[in-house]
């Protein structure tokens, strides 16, 4: 069955240090992989997205994720955090189905806080 | 370009009441999906209409329903409210271009949040 396992559901950093948010997925089909952003009280915006092109993905903000079929990861990186940082990260799976429909799988999400 | 809308942004019901909600999708965009968000249970999709009709629908009872007008705007539907029907409730339009569909990103509205008393 298709999945997406966020790995960590909580993950503190210090302003500065680097951000590894992981994202692993099961899936059966060639699909693509989304990374959204929620800050709080305000709504879900795209980070980055990878579409079969290159591996590795750059985003807004700094982010970048590796999509790694091997290892079935499509892990969220980020080499300085910065205050503004501090959100909910939502790691989303979309595969083509049958009639051009699309099947998406949601992440239970990561909570980022990033102290001073 | 504008956003996408949503409406209203805040609404108090009680129990047994039914509710409707509406969003208006970005201009030129064709699909419309609607999600509850709960502190426990993250983003829920509930269904995703496309061309005025319903091309996926998540695991809710029938009390939630949704339609698609011509224009693309989308509205949903819950009757017989209950408590835990109490979230923020999403909805995230895309372009719906064919085969492609599946690599185009969802842009989402400030939510409307629900609260059933």
């Known amino acids: 069955a298709q999945s997406v396992t966020q790995l960590d559901s909580h993950v503190s950093v210090s302003e500065g240090t680097p951000v590894l948010l992981r994202c692993n997925y099961s899936?059966?089909?060639?699909?693509?992989l989304f990374w959204y952003v929620q800050h709080p009280n305000k709504g879900l915006q795209l980070l980055l997205k990878?579409?079969?092109?290159a591996t590795l993905v750059k985003g807004i903000n700094g982010f970048e994720a590796e999509f790694k079929k091997s290892e079935t990861s499509f892990h969220l990186t980020k080499p300085s955090a910065h205050m503004s940082d501090a959100a909910e990260y939502f790691c989303?799976?979309?595969?083509?189905?049958?009639?051009?429909?699309?099947?998406?799988?949601w992440g239970l999400g990561t909570s980022l806080a990033v102290n001073p | 370009k504008a956003g996408v809308t949503q409406t209203p942004r805040y609404l108090i019901k009680t129990r047994g009441q039914q509710v409707t909600l509406s969003c208006s999708p970005i201009?030129?965009?064709?699909?419309v999906s609607w999600y509850q968000q709960t502190p426990g249970q993250g983003l829920q999709f509930l269904f995703e209409?496309?061309?005025?009709?319903?091309?996926n629908k998540g695991n809710f009872p029938g009390r939630f329903s949704g339609r698609q007008f011509s224009n693309s705007r989308s509205e949903m539907n819950v009757s017989t409210l209950e408590l835990g029907d109490s979230a923020l409730y999403l909805c995230?339009?895309?372009?719906?271009?064919?085969?492609?569909?599946?690599?185009?990103?969802?842009?989402f509205g400030p939510g409307t949040r629900l609260l059933v008393l």
């Open positions: 989303v799976v979309s595969e083509l189905r049958a009639g051009n429909n699309r099947k998406l799988i």
């Open positions: 995230a339009s895309s372009l719906g271009l064919g085969s492609t569909r599946y690599q185009e990103t969802q842009y």
């Open positions: 201009s030129g965009h064709r699909s």
């Open positions: 899936s059966s089909y060639s699909p693509s």
């Open positions: 990878y579409t079969s092109a």
């Open positions: 209409y496309f061309s005025e009709t319903q091309r």
